[in-house]
């Protein structure tokens, strides 16, 4: 590394300065107009942004940070950059808010490890610049094996893994059915693996009934609140596994946007019994992480059209 002092308040016997120095080589620091880094200020959330992107688009064979814009904020671009690859913490709220070292840590892991499935924070909610409507019921979300899916019937949008297959205007089952006064039409998001776990969601005018799981007794378990995304569900179980089976569904529901009902659930089943069902149940396990995971994505994405 060099030991060229770029900055006229960097100490040459600093413990920092090679690195500061390599970063400064590499354009992915500028400093101040005024010739100083200020090394003992915190850093903000634009700043981190254009070092992490820089950072990856220098060191990747295929860098694809957007082309600086006349008519844009200098951050704009790399902002962009990590929004396209999902980095973005839910816990970044503003463009100058200062960030901790674990959110630092957290962009670069998901960067690195290339973290699809977690919640992120656009750039348009960070500038309260709305983006351009779209017209397409499926596209890309600038994020890989992420794209937006638009129910236009029922006027709402939420992020998906485009690995799950959409199957449209279709119910959960007859004990959603039940609680809620008739049929609860929604859209279910399909495990790719081929066995039986899915996510179902759709948004209706009233709540279904979830004050109690579904047990087979004379006074069933009250059910449970359960938070996410900052949003607080009523959520209540049932399972379904018969003999040589195991099986639950999970079925959650809360109020969003306009006086109207966000309902989510969730399904796995599998059969038990010799080794050759091991696969099957490996398989279910990783379902259940993974549905986890784009639950909380569905819920922070959420928004009415």
């Given at each position: 590394?060099r030991s060229k002092v770029f900055f006229r308040d960097v100490d040459k016997g600093a413990w920092y300065i090679n690195y500061i120095c390599k970063a400064r080589d590499e354009q992915l620091v500028g400093g101040y107009p005024d010739g100083t880094f200020r090394p003992g200020n915190y850093i903000n959330f634009v700043e981190a942004a254009k070092i992490i992107a820089s950072a990856s688009a220098t060191i990747t064979s295929n860098p694809r940070?957007?082309?600086?814009?006349?008519?844009?904020?200098?951050?704009?671009?790399?902002?962009?950059?990590?929004?396209?690859?999902?980095?973005?913490?839910?816990?970044?709220?503003?463009?100058?808010?200062?960030?901790?070292?674990?959110?630092?840590?957290?962009?670069?892991?998901?960067?690195?490890?290339?973290?699809?499935?977690?919640?992120?924070?656009?750039?348009?909610?960070?500038?309260?610049?709305?983006?351009?409507?779209?017209?397409?019921?499926?596209?890309?979300?600038?994020?890989?094996?992420?794209?937006?899916?638009?129910?236009?019937?029922?006027?709402?949008?939420?992020?998906?893994?485009?690995?799950?297959?959409?199957?449209?205007?279709?119910?959960?089952?007859?004990?959603?059915?039940?609680?809620?006064?008739?049929?609860?039409?929604?859209?279910?998001?399909?495990?790719?693996?081929?066995?039986?776990?899915?996510?179902?969601?759709?948004?209706?005018?009233?709540?279904?009934?979830?004050?109690?799981?579904?047990?087979?007794?004379?006074?069933?378990?009250?059910?449970?609140?359960?938070?996410?995304?900052?949003?607080?569900?009523?959520?209540?179980?049932?399972?379904?596994?018969?003999?040589?089976?195991?099986?639950?569904?999970?079925?959650?529901?809360?109020?969003?946007?306009?006086?109207?009902?966000?309902?989510?659930?969730?399904?796995?089943?599998?059969?038990?019994?010799?080794?050759?069902?091991?696969?099957?149940?490996?398989?279910?396990?990783?379902?259940?992480?993974?549905?986890?995971?784009?639950?909380?994505?569905?819920?922070?994405?959420?928004?009415?059209?």
């Open positions: 590394m940070l957007p082309s600086p814009n006349p008519n844009s904020p200098w951050y704009e671009r790399y902002i962009r950059f990590l929004e396209a690859r999902n980095v973005i913490p839910k816990s970044i709220m503003t463009l100058d808010q200062e960030i901790s070292r674990g959110e630092m840590a957290e962009m670069i892991y998901r960067l690195d490890a290339k973290v699809t499935g977690m919640p992120s924070v656009t750039y348009s909610q960070l500038t309260g610049i709305p983006e351009e409507e779209e017209t397409s019921q499926v596209e890309p979300s600038g994020t890989d094996g992420v794209q937006i899916y638009k129910n236009t019937k029922d006027g709402y949008q939420i992020d998906h893994l485009d690995s799950w297959k959409i199957e449209e205007n279709t119910t959960m089952d007859d004990r959603l059915n039940s609680i809620s006064g008739g049929e609860v039409v929604g859209t279910k998001f399909k495990a790719p693996d081929g066995v039986q776990a899915f996510i179902f969601t759709a948004v209706t005018q009233t709540c279904p009934d979830l004050s109690h799981n579904f047990e087979p007794t004379a006074n069933p378990s009250p059910s449970r609140t359960v938070k996410l995304s900052g949003r607080d569900f009523k959520c209540a179980d049932s399972n379904d596994g018969a003999a040589g089976s195991v099986g639950e569904n999970t079925y959650c529901a809360s109020r969003v946007g306009s006086n109207k009902c966000l309902v989510i659930g969730t399904s796995y089943f599998h059969t038990t019994g010799d080794a050759l069902d091991e696969p099957q149940r490996t398989t279910v396990k990783r379902d259940i992480s993974m549905m986890k995971v784009l639950i909380e994505t569905i819920v922070y994405s959420f928004r009415e059209i």
